[in-house]
């Protein structure tokens, strides 16, 4: 099953760019000032596919940010804490978190924070499958972003409508938008937000049947990802290489693509992508005529189901 991206441009974590934006108040306290602090080492770690620390330090500050008072931290925090409960596939909680975020960014009149709940409550609908549903937040977020000429940000609204589109069956919007993003992430020279881009235009390739071309945009995104340090990046580009090559009945080298994802996934804790890939190895070893690694890697994900 190919995954849409989640991680990098899809999922949108605040950077915030002065501390009066994290506070949402002129005077910025020594707590407020705590939880600025813990929110960007939270991003960090996030980025680096450190999710459960970096989930602890989101929800430190919005504890902080609680006791406070502080409006704005608390939406960042809110905001945060949901796009690592969206990275690991938990929808519901990561719903709840991004909707208290979008009614308090409404009610202090913060529209980069107000796009960004639209945008991530977009992903949720869009996983779900509700495409319409997603495809209205993600154009209200992009009209936000529009207005106030957040470049950055067009491009994830840019990139996550054409996801849409293609679950849609609508490939040619798809594609046109996933080049409009590629040129914006190009000119801001936005590293992985252009692998995003090579992975979904190899989507679009990959549902055309042609899959060298959708190879080498799965190959040139796992180089870019690499060179930028983002695991939860890396596992996907080897995930796709995967599928590509099982597609083509190169089942030897799928496998090895499988297993690269499956250690990348395992170490920064993404269960569910997790279980995707024991699964994927346990069908290739069937297919090899291995069945018992086939079960042993089928029993590991039925174990993990469980949890």
């Known amino acids: 099953m190919k995954i849409n991206r989640s991680f990098s ?14 506070a949402g108040k002129e005077i910025v306290s020594e707590a407020s000032l705590r939880a600025w602090e813990l929110n960007q ?10 999710l459960e620390q970096a989930l602890s330090l989101f929800q430190e500050a919005l504890s902080i940010c609680e006791g406070v008072d502080d409006q704005g ?12 409960y969206l990275t690991l596939g938990q929808l519901s909680e990561a719903e709840q978190y991004f909707h208290q975020a979008l009614k308090i960014n409404r009610e202090i009149g913060s529209d980069k924070g107000e796009s960004a709940s639209l945008n991530n409550l977009g992903l949720v609908n869009q996983r779900q499958g509700v495409n319409e549903k997603a495809l209205n937040f993600f154009s209200q977020a992009l009209e936000i972003d529009r207005q106030s000429g957040r470049r950055r940000d067009i491009a994830i609204r840019l990139n996550n409508i054409g996801l849409v589109y293609k679950s849609m069956g609508d490939l040619i919007q798809a594609e046109n938008h996933y080049q409009e993003a590629m040129k914006i992430n190009q ?24 899959w060298e071309k959708a190879k080498n945009s799965y190959k040139e995104a796992l180089e870019i990802d690499k060179k930028a340090e983002y695991p939860p990046g890396i596992a996907e580009d080897l995930n796709n290489l995967g599928r590509i090559s099982e597609l083509v009945g190169e089942n030897e080298e799928a496998l090895q693509y499988y297993q690269r994802a499956l250690k990348v996934n395992e170490s920064i804790g993404y269960q569910a992508r997790t279980i995707e890939d024991l699964n994927n190895i346990s069908r290739i070893y069937r297919v090899l005529g291995n069945d018992s690694q086939a079960e042993f890697y089928l029993k590991q994900a039925q174990k993990l189901l469980k949890q």
């Open 9 to 22: 441009i899809i999922p949108l974590l605040l950077f915030i760019s002065s501390f009066t934006a994290c």
């Open 41 to 50: 080492s939270g991003i960090e770690h996030f980025t680096k596919g450190n």
């Open 73 to 84: 931290g608390i939406a960042l925090s809110l905001n945060n804490i949901g796009n690592v």
């Open 187 to 210: 000119d801001i020279d936005d590293l992985r937000g252009f692998a995003t881009n090579l992975n979904n235009l190899g989507g679009i390739y990959e549902a055309h049947g042609k």
